[in-house]
């Protein structure tokens, strides 16, 4: 009989393990519900075992509850069986899914709390969830925002001008923000004026731009962007933009090159840009220093200088002047930029005098930028050089008229351009000056009656040496002129004088 007891209570013991075991109610609905304001808030109900059984509903008791801030719980639904309790606006319904689902009709802001579905079995314990339930209203969006122009020689240095006024409007909950932007970068609060009102659970939020204005604004747009939240997504809207006109003299003037440096070949181009910041944009006048009483008019365009075909003779520095609103700026610091021409050299050849005892002396000038420099051919020892100038360089030859230095001597100028030739021809000559002090002492050792004589044929020979003087000044002279640049067929002209230029054309 023992056994039989003992039995009994061991599959009872056993049974009440196994209930245990699988007794936990699981109670689930939605952690947060939003309902529009005059709508319908929905929350489901669903309850399991924790093997996912669904237990039927004459087999649980299931209340609903309600708590607002830290205010008492109020119990607002009761069911146990086919015993059901509601009150006002909260409605139960039961779908086929086998759950409850709690419906308040005409959502009211005051609804806005948390609800509790709890659910008890027998054996299998109690359990519940909680919802949060939220109400919205959508807020209507308005702005005014328009372009604005100052002039900032007649503002306050600590001024500020009203961009406008962004309104998010009977919103509820609070918009989270109205944010104001300059050219997409956002504005800080700091220039923002906000105002929040509430009326009956609406909310306002009133957002005003003031701002200081700087040269750097100048054509910066403004725009606002209000965002708030409603079921399922965040709204974002933006204003139209605002476009900030700046009226400002300029404060300084700065002038660049093309080619940069300035540096420019002969017959290339070259353009001068001169700029200042200012609006109204300010009109722009060039000079080639130091004549500033002369503007430039040729190749002017706007704010720009064209040298075309540049010229060696255009090298120098060249100023820029503004004028803004009728006003010449004389109190700002010109724009200043140098143009450089580089071209060949250009070779001149003199034939400085004759020095006694058979020697003649020659000197060989050469210009061009960059300054170029001087070698002789065949190369003289008996040479000096001479820096004149940026651009010009002499060099001194001193040569014999004897028969043994008859020939051709060449004077060759170069630079990073290029190159050109000067040539001196050598031939025997009689030195006409030993000549005539020969005769002289001659004619000295006569006497007496001989001396009319000797007095004329003293002036027959210093004219008739200054006829072979002038002879020869002509021929050296008739074969001096300007040397340019080696021509691209590279032949010379060879003359019938003392000292001969080769003539070259100027090429590139």
Partial sequence: MDFY???????????????????????????LVEAKLGGDIKIPCDWRLADGEHLDQSKITLVWFCVKDQKPITRLYYRQG?????????????????????????????DEMKFICQVSSGNFGISEATAEVKVFVEPEFEHEVSDQVVDLTRFEANGSVEIGTCVLKNGHPKPSSVTWYKSEIPILQDNVTETVTEDSGKWTVRSTLRYKPRIHDHGSQFFCKASYHIPGESISMVSSKATLTLMFPPASVFITVEPQHGNVQEDGNATLTCNANANP?????????????????????????????????????????????????????PGIASITVSYQPVVTLKNESTVMNGWMRFSCTAVGHPRPTIEWNPSKATTTAKVLNETTVMDTIVISESAESAGVTACIARNSIGTAKGLIFQKPSVDRLSWLKDMWKEASAIAGGALIFLVASVIIAVVCCKKCSRKRSSEVASTMREVKPESSNGKEAAGNGVAVNIPQDHTH
């Avoid at 007891?5 to 952690?31: K, Q």
């Avoid at 015993?83 to 005051?110: G, P, Q, Y």
Wanted: glycine share 2%; hydrophobic share 35%.
């Fill in 5 to 31: 007891v003992t039995h009994y209570l061991l599959l009872i013991v056993m049974i009440l393990v196994r209930d245990a075991a699988t007794s936990t109610l699981n109670v689930t609905v939605p952690p």
């Fill in 82 to 110: 086919h015993i059901k309790f509601f009150e006002n606006r909260h409605i139960l319904s039961f779908d086929v899914d086998k759950d409850f689902t709690l419906i308040i009709k005409s959502a009211r802001f005051d």
């Fill in 281 to 333: 944009p300010p009109s722009y006048t060039f000079y080639k220093m130091p004549d500033t009483n002369k503007p430039i008019t040729k190749g002017v365009n706007g704010n720009q200088l064209h040298l075309a075909r540049i010229t060696r003779s255009q090298s120098g520095k060249y100023r820029c002047q503004v004028t803004w609103q009728d006003r010449t700026m004389t109190n700002l610091k």
